[in-house]
Each structure stands twice: as C-alpha cells, then as structure tokens.
C-alpha cells in the first residue's frame, strides 16, 4: 500500500496494520485475543501476546476505489460483552486509521472465530465499521 504526500510517495507494509491491530488488542484489555482464520489462539514465544510479524500472517488489508479494508481474527474472553469489547477496538482503529489515511474511506472488519474459557468454543461472528474520506 501506498500513501501519497507532498514529502513523495511512502510504502506501507503490513506489519503497520499488524502493530495497529496489536495496539486495538491492548486496548481490548486482555478480553481480546489475536486468532488465525482456522480459530487458533496466536502468540509468541513464552505464551505472551503475539507479535506484530505473526499477526501480519492473519490479517487482510486492500484498497479498492479510495476505501482501505482492513480485517483481522480474534477469540473472545468467556464473559466478556462482545458489543463493548468490539466497539473500543474498532474506534480506535478507526480513529487511527483516519489519522494515517485522512483522504481515504475505510472499512475495519473484526472476525471472532471463539469464545475462551478452559477451551476454546468455535464461533463464527462478524463486526463491521465503515466510515467515508474525511
């Protein structure tokens, strides 16, 4: 991905959406957890959150017609509100991603492939934010 400013033209990789999503997940306040698509629990080494270089492996980012799609896996916390939780992290995606890319649309999607409690329980729930170029 490309971002165009009157300093020339920047190259954006992935792992900048990665550490976005690892900060959203922060922000979740450990009622949040990075997944693959096939619903497993991603981490690193040592059992800790994982980094950005393995979450870049599990998210999906495009743009098409001046909207930048961002998407990505999760497992939720037993217990905790899915409405709550999925609205701190998709604002401040949103809020972030307005500031990185304030002539373009957005789309964020979040995926919860889980609920975890002992084990993990397969679900398969979508939440979606849209916003149009400021």
Known sequence: ???????????????????????????????????????????????????????????????????????WYIIMSFGASIKQTTKVMLDYAEQELRQMFPHMGGCVRIRIVGVKSRLIAERNIEVERQWNKA
């Open 1 to 71: 991905m490309k971002r165009v400013s009157e300093k020339g033209i920047m190259k954006i990789n992935r792992h900048v959406f990665a550490a976005l999503v690892e900060e959203t997940l922060q922000a979740a306040e450990g009622k949040a957890f990075a997944a693959s698509e096939k619903g497993k629990l991603l981490s690193s080494i040592g059992g800790g959150t994982p980094a950005a270089g393995e979450i870049s492996d599990h998210l999906f980012v495009t743009e098409a017609d001046g909207v930048l799609y961002l998407e």
